[in-house]
């Protein structure tokens, strides 16, 4: 077999091969979105990158939802009877071909007017005509050429955030007012507004007085607005009988222009305008960098991120109608589609049902299930139609109820007291004592001094350098983090990583991949005749397990089949010559599965009787037992699985001896576990990949997902970690420790300048040029060495 | 010497507006995406030349069709 790459999506044509216009394509619908492009004069899509495509799902009646005028009006951002404007999330948006292709959309359809893609956000905003053009076809033409966009419940609810830009707001006002104080301050730093008798310019010592109150001027949006923020958290603080670091900084802002203003009100001296309005700005730009945020992922989900806005509802006449989801009652009788989800837990009445419960628990293969037997919400079907009763509503499912957990309420970040915070009590508390010591000592031997020593202690030891080590820090650490596929929610993240002993993980989709890729035979052997029909018929079939067997087996000529038949959710049949042979569950080739249930088997048997199965076993993640032996030196650790002890040997074998492994877990005594280990004092990192993990991800101190498609899912979590990342935790951990370091030996620095910046306070000789030279110097050298220093980590991490 | 009001005046009314301006360029979402734009700006040469070679060979089809006929 040839090794060809489909022209539109990359992927290996040895399944099916379609050759059209010289160029060769996986599937029908890879070769469809090309011609819709090349009619269309859209063939520059492959020039920008080349296979960039990705395999359309055609989905009939997914979307009929959308005719619905009730659902569609809370979708839709701008509505004027002719003209609609809808932003949609397209999770597949990945390269520059897809912005090219989208933005061209109007090309495709005339009654799109306009499209603009935000690539970071991976979201589209189309403004279309209403009136030949509706959504519902506006989402099945991006579908159709392989840009399926992903519109959950959560779009519904429709709250949208306006983006706050007050940061960016405030660090323009500080940035300004330094940059022009600054210039304004010239005449002081070179002594020319000095006195004309002592050798100072005559015209600038005239206009002195202007120059300060413009610089007071300048000053005031900066204290107001800029660095208000520091007064009501410092306020805040104090209130709650907390000494953090915004307390010494409130108080040096508050000293700083108070004295600054006294000085310039009655002639006494320039100022400190700009350090003043530097040290905001510093502040504020740490504040700025700490603040990164991954907007393409998002860390909030609960359940109604993956839950469908609207399901289709048999009424008593049989009829379909569609309904939103909250409105599903108990006893209402709804019909799923394929590759549709399951919304509410309940009795399957008609069809077969292959549940995919992927996104529950990261257990890949579908279940089976048969008329009666009961289903819950979270699982995709994946074989046709099926029809059932609901026995709960929407909120009261077995999942949802989950999300009624105090733990989803509770902010981590507030009941966590960071680096900073505890190192500015001590600081706080030192600084004060060093101004009252040194102004009674003034007092003692030249009062006129007291007052003016008081100040510039305050000054001088305004902890600013302080506050900037660690947002740097750890700003600089998300970035670099984020290049190595570790997606971190917040810089405190990083802290509580730094602290965690014990880590707990989940067994399915977390430290086992989603393929399963090691199956091993039992039975006869196959004679060669068999295999190749055997390779032969499941190279029609499209079931995950038929598809992983396919890629395990040796390599056999295609031979044409006498007959081939497919028995959804049991197995394929096939004949050649005088063999035919039956491939598939125990109960269809005429097994009785007598043996343990535990694992997941092909079985096979042809016209000669019982043959054998293909044992089919998780497949642990590359490196696995070398992640955990390195973690077991410094970490407690455990498994917990939503699963049975099928796997248990192998797991033992794997791990460091003695790994604690826990199987059976449901997702609240997943969350009761952490909570116990939690009560003991430790501090768990819980790694997890389903929604059956959300639990004990929001309870554990860190909570990372791994996930094999970052865009796609991920519960709600703390970090993101790419599964192709897996063998890296552990570095990134120490990586983490090693930041919180570098914070600790930047405190020492600016230390060291506070120091030598209070020799001068002390002594009351702190002239407004040392401090605009001591105060920036102090900040700017703090932000280098974090910055040197974190990115000497990131290169270490390779 | 007065003159310094003048320049003082100018200098700090040309910060202003530069600040106003930044000020109205990130309340219009300018700083929002900063991304695409930048893969955008490239597209624009092909953008305007494949409907015009398409529009020749379009014409160019109508021709021959007219021959034949």
Known sequence: MQDTKCFHCGDSCDRQLIEFD??????????????????????????????????????????????????????????????????????????????????????????????????????????????????????????????????????????????????????????????????????????????????????????????RWLMFIFSLPVVFYAGWDYFVSAYKGLRAKLLNIDVPIALGILVLFLRSTYEIAFHVGSGFFDSLTGLVFFLLLGKFFQQRTYSFLSFERDYKSYFPIAITRLNDQGKEETVPVQEIVKGDKILIRNE???????????????????????????????????????????????????????????????????????????????????????????????????????????????MNVFTAVLIIACPCAIALASPFTLGNMLRIFGKKKFYIKNTQTIEQLSKIDTAIFDKTGTITTTQKSTAHYEGMPLTAEEESILKNTIRASNHPLSRSLYDLLKEQN?????????????????????????????????????????????????????????????????????????????????ILSGDNEGEKERLEALLPKLTPLYFNQKPDTKLEFIKSLQDQGKKVLMVGDGLNDAGALAQSNVGIAISENINVFSPACDAILDASKFQQLYSYILASKKAIRIIKMSFVLSLLYNCIGLYFAITGQLQPVIAAILMPLSSISIVIFTTVMTNLIGRKLG | MSVIYVLLAISILVAVIFFIAFIVSVKSGQYDDSYTPSVRMLFEDELVKTPKTSAKEFTKKKIQLNKQV
């Open chain 1, 558 to 638: 295609i031979i044409t089949l006498d007959e081939y038949e497919e028995h959804v959710g049991k197995g394929l049949e096939s004949s050649k010559n005088d063999i035919s042979m039956k491939i598939g569950s125990a109960d269809f080739v005429g097994k009785a599965k007598a043996d343990s249930l535990l694992d997941t088997s092909i079985y096979i048997s042809t016209n000669k009787g019982y043959k054998g199965r293909y044992v089919f076993q998780n497949k642990y993640r590359d490196g696995l037992s070398d992640v955990f032996k390195d973690m077991s030196q410094s970490l407690n650790l455990a």
């Open chain 1, 22 to 211: 010289e160029k060769s394509f996986c599937c029908a619908g890879c070769k469809t979105v090309y011609e819709i492009f090349s009619t269309n004069d859209l063939e520059h899509y492959y020039e920008i990158q080349a296979a960039a495509g990705s395999t359309p799902k055609f989905i009939e009646g997914k979307y009929d939802y959308l005719e619905n005028e009730e659902i569609t009006n809370k979708l839709i951002e701008f509505n004027d009877g002719t003209i609609q404007i809808i932003n949609l999330y397209i999770p597949n948006i990945h390269c520059s071909s897809c912005i090219w292709i989208l933005e061209n959309l109007k090309k495709l359809n005339p009654n799109v007017t306009n499209s603009q893609v935000d690539f970071p956000k991976k979201t589209i905003r189309v403004t279309y005509k209403q009136a030949e053009f509706s959504l519902k076809n506006l989402v099945l033409l991006l579908a159709n050429i392989g840009y399926e966009p992903y519109i959950s419940l959560d779009d519904f609810e429709g709250k949208k955030k306006a983006t706050d830009r007050t940061l960016i707001y405030k660090l323009g006002v500080a940035g300004f007012a330094f940059g022009n104080v600054m210039f304004l301050s010239f005449p002081e730093y070179f002594d020319l507004g000095s006195s004309a008798a002592s050798g100072g310019e005559f015209w600038l010592n005239k206009y002195q007085h202007i120059f």
């Open chain 1, 340 to 450: 549709e989800m399951i919304p509410v837990d309940g009795k399957l009445v008609y069809g077969n049902a292959q549940i995919d419960y992927s996104f529950v628990s990261g257990e890949s293969e579908p279940v089976s299930k048969t008329v009666g037997e009961l289903i819950f919400a979270g699982g995709k079907q994946l074989n046709g139609v099926i029809e059932m009763v609901a026995l709960k509503s929407v909120s009261q499912s077995y999942l949802t109820q989950l999300w009624g957990n105090a733990v989803f309420e509770t902010d981590k970040t507030t009941t966590f007291q960071n680096i900073t915070d505890s190192i500015g009590k001590r600081f706080t508390i030192s600084v004060l004592s060093i101004a009252f010591i040194a102004t009674a000592f003034w007092l003692f031997h030249d009062p006129s001094k007291a």
